[in-house]
């Protein structure tokens, strides 16, 4: 195989078929469960959640599942997180603890309560927030820790919650990518107080959109609640508004398909491992790529399946080998985002009220600049990362394919460097 000729010189790809896709029904259990919940709804003429049955069911059933007392359905993951940084009420200027490569959802929420978002640096082998950095970052301002469990793999939970009890910390868990992903036994979402989930198309379960907070705190559910909803909480006899809050409502025909996939995602997440595995399995004596490392005693969800190269084994970049492997009929990018996410305008040039900078430039914010350096590893990571898709509806063929792309390439460019 190591002398093939690769497709990107003109050889014949591994593969000419797409590999199944979350975009669509390629690469998504979407279908008569859907159909059936949302035709009852469209039945009913009640698509509004209060009157409703099933965004009340996959609030109580969602958290049920993973063994939490509290779900609050939204329209987005961002919504999801904007709901848990509202419900533990931060003062403006107070600071939050986080990761310089996630979505801008994880940091919309902090802002727009008018709290500060502080990056700590990342573990360069599992992508996740470096406990030791969290504890260097924190001030006297400092409110909460979210951690983002990115590609589907757990932060190292045990010491971030130690932090977070030191210091009186709250914890976020950002579970958009880590649907029933576990550390050391505990599930995501189970292990701070508040775990946050999105139902955008390309999570584990989706409903086009959609997120939940979970919790099992009372209090905070109770906020969290009213944020939701306007600050509106509802009870008989005129409106009144406890504080100010948002309309984050989810919506019966999200609620119905939110219902039948919640169904779903047991096997959904069972079947990603399975591919995930097989495609390690198939490179594990590849010569200069490293299979994702997943740490001891944890369980991997697998919302991407994050490799990196040996440069020098290789003698070619990651963006080489990603365009060699995109060229065998295996998509693959660098670096998930491009930059740390603090290098973005919304950081750099304060583009957020007006021309006011705020939060940042709020008299009961510590000052602070983002600077490319703080976060090393990060840079690093963003420089080597190669990202591939997988999904449950990868079938065997597919996954030897990927191993069968893998290899040739690698195989490849080893052999010519020796
Ligand atoms: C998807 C995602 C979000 C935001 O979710 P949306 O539903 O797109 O708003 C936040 N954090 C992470 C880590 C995500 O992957």
Known sequence: MSTEKLAIEGGTPVRTVPLPSVSNKSGRDVGKEEIENLTEVINSGSLFRYGGKFVSKFEEEFPEMLGVKHGISSTSGTAAIHIAVASINPNPGDEIITSPITDMGTLIGILFQNAIPVFADLDPETYTLLPESVEARITSKTKAIIPVHLFGQMCDMDPILEIARKHGLKVIEDCCQAYLAEYKGHLAGTMGDIGCFSLQQSKHMTAGDGGITITNDDDLANRARLFMDKGWPREPGARDYMFLGINYRMNELSG???????????????????VAEGITRLIADTPGVNPPVVRNGCKHSWWLYPITIDEKVLGITPQEFCKA?????????????????????????????????CPFTCPHANPREYREEDCPNTLEILRKIITLGCNELFTEQDIQDVGDAINKVARYYAGRKS
């Not at 973005?344 to 583009?351: A, D, M, T």
């Open 325 to 357: 492997l995109t060229a065998e009929g295996v998509p693959a990018g660098v670096g998930y985002i491009g930059k740390p996410i603090y290098m973005s305008p919304v950081f750099q040039e304060r583009k957020t009220y007006g021309t006011s900078g």
């Open 256 to 274: 119905a398909v939110a219902c039948a996939q919640m169904e779903k995602v047991k096997g959904i997440v069972e079947r990603r491992r399975k």
